[in-house]
């Protein structure tokens, strides 16, 4: 099975490979968050933009199931390179500055090409402005040619230094453990809970001021359908303010409001308010 790369950096999972991403999207229902691209519905949104980041709780969720591979270089990168490293770096520098140099060439020689009658019309001018006579002058096109790509292939050219996110020298996967708080534990349960038995989409859920949204499809075409609260334990008369703000949230932005909790037993269950007239109704 392919295991997608994911790198570590700022206790952060990145992916800079578009295949990669839209395997973990389309696949896995894995959707992470696309680095400057604004939330939106419409078709023209450029998913390939990249890097996109995984949440703690995709990035958990995706080791346990094995889907990715985890590179973390953050100790390594806090180190002096070896000489081995600035070698390898050396040459992919070099290597891109070889790539860049040949279509400038290509480029340069193909121009030089379309104005050779002109250029050897000019020649010959110059010839007989010194004095030649005409029969003496022999300008071969093929040496004018050779040696004009001669002079482009040595000139200096300005090059564009490419700066690589991820580390350009790729290495084995780290064996990395994910650490979570307590109460990112139950929240972490819950999203697992969710992506293994309802087959639905997850994100964050902090632009609606819950933990977890829920999205019947891809939520570049579909709008949350579900707001989902993690409650700290079952009781959900301990704080009756905060439910109403909940369900008057979830009414105004037309979702469902669910509740989820870890019981006694260490399931995860649900409790789902909706309004009827002007009383709550649980389900």
Known sequence: MHKIPVFLQQDRGFIYNVDDYLELRYTHRIVGCLIGVPV???RNVNISALPAV????EMKLAIEKQIITVHNRTAELMQSPKEKNKSSYHNLIEKQA???RAPYVEKRLSEFKKLLPQIIEGKRKKFLKAGSKDSDIHIDPATLIFEEKQKIETAAITRLIQIPMK???LKEPSSTTLLLSAGEQVKYK???DIWEKQK????GGDTFGCDFLLYPGDPLYYHASHMVHVLKNSNLKTNLKYLIRCCRLSVVVNKVCVFAYENCQGTICYQTMEWEGNTFCIT
């Open 40 to 42: 939106s519905k419409s």
């Open 54 to 57: 995984l949440s703690r709780y």
């Open 98 to 100: 070889s790539e860049q």
């Open 167 to 169: 580390h350009p020298i």
């Open 190 to 192: 819950v999203f697992k």
């Open 200 to 203: 639905m989409y997850i994100t």
